[in-house]
Protein backbone atom coordinates (compact mmCIF):
# COMPACT_ATOMS: atom_id res chain seq x y z
CA UNK A 1 0.00 0.00 0.00
CA UNK A 2 1.17 3.53 -0.31
CA UNK A 3 1.89 5.76 2.16
CA UNK A 4 3.80 8.87 0.81
CA UNK A 5 4.97 9.37 -2.53
CA UNK A 6 7.53 11.85 -2.44
CA UNK A 7 9.54 13.56 -5.37
CA UNK A 8 11.44 16.39 -6.46
CA UNK A 9 12.91 17.66 -9.88
CA UNK A 10 10.54 15.64 -11.95
CA UNK A 11 8.89 17.46 -15.15
CA UNK A 12 7.28 20.51 -13.90
CA UNK A 13 7.85 20.00 -10.21
CA UNK A 14 10.97 21.52 -9.11
CA UNK A 15 10.21 22.15 -5.45
CA UNK A 16 9.94 18.89 -3.40
CA UNK A 17 6.20 17.38 -3.75
CA UNK A 18 4.51 15.15 -1.07
CA UNK A 19 1.36 12.70 -1.68
CA UNK A 20 0.72 11.54 1.69
CA UNK A 21 -2.05 8.81 2.25
CA UNK A 22 -2.27 9.20 6.00
CA UNK A 23 -5.11 10.60 7.52
CA UNK A 24 -5.67 13.85 9.40
CA UNK A 25 -8.20 14.26 12.08
CA UNK A 26 -10.95 13.56 10.33
CA UNK A 27 -14.03 12.52 11.39
CA UNK A 28 -16.64 12.31 8.51
CA UNK A 29 -15.63 9.24 7.20
CA UNK A 30 -14.14 7.18 9.74
CA UNK A 31 -15.34 4.00 8.44
CA UNK A 32 -13.08 3.80 5.64
CA UNK A 33 -9.86 5.04 7.48
CA UNK A 34 -7.86 1.81 7.37
CA UNK A 35 -5.97 1.25 10.43
CA UNK A 36 -2.75 -0.30 9.94
CA UNK A 37 -1.14 0.15 13.32
CA UNK A 38 0.00 3.62 14.87
CA UNK A 39 -0.90 4.49 10.67
CA UNK A 40 -4.35 5.78 9.67
CA UNK A 41 -4.49 5.44 5.91
CA UNK A 42 -6.74 6.83 3.31
CA UNK A 43 -8.21 4.25 0.76
CA UNK A 44 -8.56 6.43 -1.89
CA UNK A 45 -6.76 9.68 -3.07
CA UNK A 46 -8.62 12.53 -5.71
CA UNK A 47 -5.76 14.40 -8.20
CA UNK A 48 -8.17 17.93 -9.02
CA UNK A 49 -6.86 21.46 -10.00
CA UNK A 50 -6.72 23.74 -12.96
CA UNK A 51 -5.81 23.28 -16.81
CA UNK A 52 -1.97 22.58 -16.89
CA UNK A 53 -1.21 22.33 -12.99
CA UNK A 54 0.94 19.25 -13.16
CA UNK A 55 -1.77 16.25 -12.56
CA UNK A 56 -0.49 14.84 -15.99
CA UNK A 57 2.70 15.17 -14.63
CA UNK A 58 2.29 13.73 -11.20
CA UNK A 59 0.75 10.58 -12.68
CA UNK A 60 3.80 10.89 -15.11
CA UNK A 61 5.92 10.44 -12.08
CA UNK A 62 4.04 7.32 -10.57
CA UNK A 63 4.40 5.88 -14.13
CA UNK A 64 8.52 6.40 -13.77
CA UNK A 65 8.77 5.54 -10.32
CA UNK A 66 6.68 2.38 -11.18
CA UNK A 67 8.64 1.52 -13.82
CA UNK A 68 12.21 1.73 -11.96
CA UNK A 69 10.34 -0.60 -9.33
CA UNK A 70 9.56 -3.52 -11.81
CA UNK A 71 12.49 -2.87 -14.39
CA UNK A 72 14.12 -6.58 -14.14
CA UNK A 73 17.63 -5.12 -15.06
CA UNK A 74 17.94 -2.91 -12.28
CA UNK A 75 20.69 -4.27 -9.42
CA UNK A 76 22.44 -3.06 -6.74
CA UNK A 77 25.25 -1.57 -8.36
CA UNK A 78 22.99 -0.03 -10.87
CA UNK A 79 20.17 2.22 -8.98
CA UNK A 80 19.35 3.56 -11.95
Known sequence: MLIDFIFKNFSSFSDLTDLSMEADNITEFNNTVIEEGKLK???IAAI???NESGKS???SAFRFMKNKITDRSYTKT???
Do not use: C, K
Request: glycine letters at 8%.
Open 78 to 80: NPF
Open 57 to 59: NLI
Open 41 to 43: LLP
Open 48 to 50: VGP
